[in-house]
């Protein structure tokens, strides 16, 4: 196809792509065609879906620092304190591992949906740390703080596991949709280790921090 461009006559190469993810089948086939000589007074940029999801990422990235800092403030503001929030925030980038596990077992890409998903996963992990970190405290109050972090993290397995599973089998459907597999497969994976930071390595980090000893 041959149109105009920013004032450039531009000609317009498209494909869609069937049997295989776009992200990793433009990653195989864009060195081969940067390879291409090109007669000189032409050149070559991409469009698409690449381009959108470039100035899509661009705008996103711009305003991630703010968000992260104001979250910061947040949960400094709600604890009072500064060991609580530092628990939460050496455990949200752990979430990377059940995250790189899925997309690379399942063969996806970390695209501009899984960073959405990426993006989500985050809140729900603050949100169950919160829980949990709120409940050691309140019990730490009435009891010693060992017995507290074993209370606490066993009242709040079963449901904070049953929202995990209910979540991860709410994205089993969109594995088969060719524009959200990548952010389910980051959602399902990234949820289901960041469950497992929730209910064993926060409590650890909390006993560490705390200096919390057996009574016994």
């Known amino acids: 196809m041959i149109r105009g461009r920013d004032r450039l006559t531009t000609i317009i190469a498209s494909a869609n792509p069937t049997g295989e993810l776009a992200a990793p089948l433009f990653e195989r086939l864009k060195p081969q065609i940067e390879a ?5 007074g032409y050149t070559m940029d991409w469009g698409g879906e690449y381009e959108d999801s470039a100035e ?20 400094v503001l709600l604890f009072g304190k500064v060991r609580q929030p530092l628990i939460i925030w050496i455990t949200v980038p752990l979430a990377i591992i059940g995250i790189t596990a ?7 890409a970390f695209d501009f949906m899984a960073l959405l998903g990426a993006l989500s996963l985050i809140g729900l992990l ?9 409940e050691i405290d309140m019990q730490a109050e009435e009891k010693p703080i060992y ?20 979540t991860i089998l709410g994205m089993i459907p969109l594995l088969g949709d060719v524009f959200f597999v990548n ?8 949820l289901g280790f960041a469950t497992v930071l929730t209910l064993v390595f926060i409590p ?13």
Not at 148 to 162: G, H, K, N, T, W
Not at 205 to 213: E, N, Q, S, T, W
């Open 36 to 40: 291409i000589e090109l007669p000189p």
């Open 56 to 75: 899509a990422q661009g705008a996103l990235f711009s305003a991630i620092p703010v968000s992260f800092i104001m979250m910061i403030i947040v949960v």
């Open 102 to 108: 899925g997309l690379l077992l399942l063969d996806g």
């Open 126 to 134: 603050i949100k169950n740390a919160i829980v949990l970190l709120e």
């Open 147 to 166: 017995d507290a972090i074993i209370d606490s993290s066993i009242s709040r397995m079963r449901p904070v596991m049953l929202a995990a599973c209910t």
């Open 183 to 190: 952010m389910s497969i980051t959602v399902m994976f990234g």
């Open 204 to 216: 650890v980090m909390y006993a560490i921090l705390f200096k919390a000893k057996n009574p016994a």
